[in-house]
């Protein structure tokens, strides 16, 4: 069986490897993006000198062939779904017997004028990366457009090459739609203590044509004219699936599959960015452009492919990012504009770099997520808390065994726990320190509580 | 601040300049006086000044190291030749024609201490004048572009070291030709060194021709071709001319230091100020290395101050160098007591067992007994139990000097590391063939100084501790261990010949809690990890499938838990659920009772 997977970011390298863990089949990955695999979120670094293109690689490049994974570097402009076959810019016919469509996402552009200037750009592809470093030589001022993670990445980058930053951010505060007010207000001062010019609630009006067909200035909402040389878009991404439509493939804002990651045509399935799930889970959206569920679901995608029918399963929601120099890592359940039911702890630290947040139950007490800020907890432990629906009482108790920071730094646990003390007036004791001995034992265990 | 950061890197290469200069600034001369310090043996000396002043040598001057060596060998030369044919004639009463005689063994000593005592100049006459402007305003240069960085928001600082000349590394031609040359160079150098003795390093190259025909076998059989090696585009220009410095300055050190006579000149008051006695090649080379793992030692505080494990690590291999390597064994000379640095083990330290090593610590006392059983106490005990239960990085990156420069000069270039699956077949074939020439070297050293006999299977054991000596402990540690720094990162040394590390390895590996644990899904593949692994290992290659990492060459310095954006990696002192925690596949959100994953 020949299995051909468009698409080589994470969700189709994983399903291949996955398919090849598995089966025998003709594996076939198809991209017109770059010869191999590489990790689309260190695509910064290589901006940054942190790394090279080649650092970026997971895999050397024997790895393909040892795996009898073949790798094709072409450009699908059409594929004919009742013949089975895929079509090349360059005139290639591959015929399939299953097909996977990991085709990832596109940023979004929501028809500013000027918005397909030279010198704008967004920043998901290696492509992206290149017409980026191509517009840097020489550069004065930036402007980027939107204030999530890829904005705040952005910022960094230029940031780091000394290239003087305008960073508008539509909303009151950045990214305040995910994080709750207290973090994205740490998120904010970071910005700015590190000389980025933050605009908060501010929106991008028109991009300005230099007359060469060039952008040379923004103007923003507030009438205010900021000459740049490069203009990032960065206010979001939307499915890559441009064109699938008008086929037979049904579509929404992506490509619609169910719970086993099959679309509306047999043998093709759908997996990462470009899937719009017909049925999410309860709590989560139908579309999730993120690194880790584009990993699950190429997964579940290759045990589907493979004749083992496993509905796709993303688990407790997780995610992580970088805010400049402050990492940040989220478990569970956690909103900025929290339903009724959600009662937080929040401990800052007086340098306002770290912070801890538990979320839990107002009636049942139970924890329901954790939002960290410069501090690093243990996934597999938070996972669990929340699965069992642990007590916050026992979960601030055993707090230590969460703590993932390297040896040696201070653990904060104590203080949540004071501040849940102070808040609640009762008087509970951290129980268990950092440690991977004690975290082990409460993976192995049922839950006592 | 960037004024500061300017002015300080202005000085320093100021300060390297000079110090360069400060080699050709002296004149050379010599005299009866300085003949006399040189020989102490009576007949050679007596000899000397005869030949030298029938060859109108004596108050000759000469303006380079170099011209007045070749005069110097001249002279040697023809007072060997004179002195073996008055032998002939008959030797001075109760004298033996070894005393008699002046082997070729003597001409490295007689020549370095006569250049050193006939040196007349500026730096010869001002030395502390000249140590000030040129060490010192290094060091000056250094703190001055470091401290500053103190005042930076703390956070992981690489940014711009790809595109750093200094810091980016080599294309592959490139550094195939440094290391093609460098190993060609070093034994025909030892050719020469073992008295034009082809055996020993045509044994070596063949050793070495068969690793590489084993690894490269491998790697054709399966199709394999590396990826990841040396950066494919890059070229660091200025890392190479520090390479080459580098490995100049170590030729130099070891095997011709009478042309840096200048060098040591100045560092004489120092010396004198701390173990009474005039420096030697071996107190500067002391003295400079402790001065760089301290100032690079503060530029390592100031790249991780928001980072403990960093910062406490660093002490250690600061507090040690000083301490334990420098200082220690300088009060010691001083106390005429014997001087050992007490933290270097067998095998890194191999003349540990060497019958004259032997013989000192027995003839000095309580305290030379002590040092002996020390010795062989941190070989057999401290070496396994410490390493079970905190891995090898008790020593590798806390306390080893090699590593104390490692981790704080070489900080700059850990990237450079090859990570290909190449690099690990060559590594483990070369660090554990090195182990295994220590093991057997030390057992012949051993085997002769009980039995008294001088061979072993008909090798004679000196010849093989020499060309141990030259090829491992000077050629690999120094030259390539330290030079090689800027052209293939800076674990070269530990990661591919340290017989110590061998040894740590082995105990990490098969008998040890310690273990790098990653933290579930949240790896994004990233590589920071890998590409700042100074050991090469591909951390990532398990941190994205959530796996356990326990490898032999972890040193444990937990650089790549600081670079990781995403906090998955920790380094962990329990071997808990390693079995299964260290499983190929973690399968970590999919899975399903019934569904078995394809062995």
Redesign the interface.
Known sequence: MHVVILGNG?AGITAARFIR??SDHDITVISAETDHFF?R??LM?IY?????Y?????Y???FW??NRIKLLNAYIERIDFDAKTLFGSQGEELVYDKLLLATGSAPNKFGWPGQNLKGVSGLYSYQDLQNMEHFSEGLQRAVIVGGGLIGMEMAEMFH??HIPVTFLVREDSYWNMVLPPEESAMANRHIL??GIGLRLSTELKEIVDDGQGRACAVITNTGERIECGYVGLTAGVHPNIGFLKGTSLETGRGILANEYLETNIPDVYAAGDCVQLREPQPGRRPIEAV??TG??AG??AA?NICG?Q?PY???IW?N???F??I?Y?VYGDLQAQPPENHVSIYWEHPDG?KSIRLVYDREEGHVLGFNLMGV?????VC?KWIREKAHIEAVLQDLGIAN???????EYDDEVVRLYNQQSGRNLQLKKRR???GA??FL?NPLSA | MEFLQKTGLGLFIIALLLFTATLGLDNYRLTEESLTQAIGNPYHLEEMIAVAREQGQLGKEYGSSFEFGAAFKELLKAAQESLNQKAKDGLPEGVSQWDYKMGGWLFKDYTFVATKKSSAGPVSGNPLFFFFLTIGLAILGGVLFILPKFLA????K???????PMTRGLKLGWRSFFLGATMIGLLLYGVYYMNDSYFWPAVTALVALFISALVLFYQNQ???????SA????TGWLGMLAGAYLIGFYILLYWVPQHITGWILMVDPVSRALNGGEASQWFLYGLLYTLVILVMGVRMLTKYM????Q??RTFSVMFFQVAFAFLIPEILVRLNLPSMDLKNIWPLNYTFFFDWNINKLISSGALGIFMLVWGIVLVIVAVPVITYFFGKRWYCSWVCGCGGLAETLGDPYR?LSD???RAWHYERWIIHGVLAFAVVMTGMTLYTYFSGEKTVLSFNSNTVRTWYGFIIGSAFAGVVGTGFYPLMGNRVWCRFGCPLAAYLGLVQRFKSRFRI?T????C?????C??YCEMGIDV??YA?RGQDVVRASCVGC?VC??VC???VL?????S??VKERTEV?R?L??S?EG?K??D
Request: charged share 30%.
């Open positions: 994470i863990k598995l990790s979120t260190a670094y940054m000198g942190h790394m090279r080649e650092d970026t690689k997971p050397e490049d024997w062939d040892k780091s090459r203590e590190n690194w880790y990993r699950m997964e579940t045990y083992h496993v399963d993303p688990g997780f992580s990012a970088k400049i120099d990492e890592q770099r690093r907890y243990r996934h597999e996972e993932f920071d390297p040896e040696f730094y201070k440690g991977l001995a082990l034992r192995r | 928001i703390p956070g992981i690489h940014n711009q070291i790809y595109h750093n399966a199709k394999r071709t590396p990826a990841r950066s494919p585009q890059v928001h980072n403990r494990y910062i406490v990237q990570k290909s699956l644990t933290n579930g899904g949240q994004i593949s990233c590589g920071n890998s590409t990532r290659w994205q937990g838990a600081a954006p995403r906090g920790r380094l962990e002192n329990s808990m659920d596949v399968v959100h999919v399903r569904v994953l394809r």
